[in-house]
């Protein structure tokens, strides 16, 4: 009896390696490495042939972000933005239009003039020179009209202090002039534009854009 349950578990430890190492698999019926890799490669049937589908049952387009690029036109005044972001509603309904505000701060200077005439701007001109003083000429400025620069500053203090340390200098007839004022614009951007989409927006013409035109955009 011993001798009998010797060789069954003999036999049955010699069956489980045979079936272990896939030698069994055809007589069973039973795969010994299961529904795994690399088995279920080895299953599968001209896999080159599978295509994944878009949510409509169509093959999805990855070209079409792929070419998606940003487009933006202006800038734009205050005045000229409302009939601007009109226009472009109209032609793009579906797309997000993105309003970019830039501020473009004033522009000041330390002057000298207005001079009557061009001799007379000339002979302060050699003044600067003798001095040693870096100017330029300014020419028909709104409010200022012809007369020489002797630096530009971004703030009115920056160019106070300018005029207190020319004066050091033996300049005593400059002063502080606004030569641009603050201004404030507006770009229309469209983010992402198909290729479609950008080819529309750039033969686009209305009253509305004021004359400008679509580009890419300027980060």
């Known amino acids: 009896m011993l001798r009998l349950l010797v060789g069954a578990l003999v036999l049955a430890n010699a069956l489980f390696y045979g079936w272990s190492q896939g030698w069994l698999d055809q007589v069973v019926g039973v795969n010994s490495e299961g529904d795994r890799e690399p088995g279920r490669l080895a299953l599968q049937v001209e896999p080159q042939r599978v295509r994944v589908l878009g949510p409509d049952g169509g093959a999805p387009s990855p070209s079409a972000d792929a070419t998606a690029a940003c487009t933006e036109i202006g800038p734009f005044s205050p005045s000229q933005l409302a009939a601007a972001e009109a226009t472009l509603q109209g032609a793009l309904p579906q797309n997000r239009i993105e309003n970019v505000k830039r501020e473009t701060p004033a522009v000041w200077i330390v002057f000298m003039g207005p001079y009557p005439d061009g001799e007379v701007r000339q002979k302060k001109a050699d003044e600067l020179t003798r001095l040693r003083i870096p100017f330029e000429e300014i020419r028909q400025v709104p409010e200022l009209g012809d007369g020489l620069s002797l630096g530009r500053f971004a703030n009115r203090n920056a160019a106070d202090k300018a005029v207190l340390d020319l004066a050091t200098r033996g300049v ?44 890419a955009c300027v980060r």
């Open 172 to 215: 005593h007839t400059a002063r502080v002039a606004q030569y641009a004022a603050p201004l404030v614009t507006y770009t229309l951007r469209v983010p992402e534009a198909t290729a479609a989409q950008r080819a529309q927006l750039s033969g686009l013409q209305s009253p509305g854009l004021a004359g400008k035109g679509f580009a």
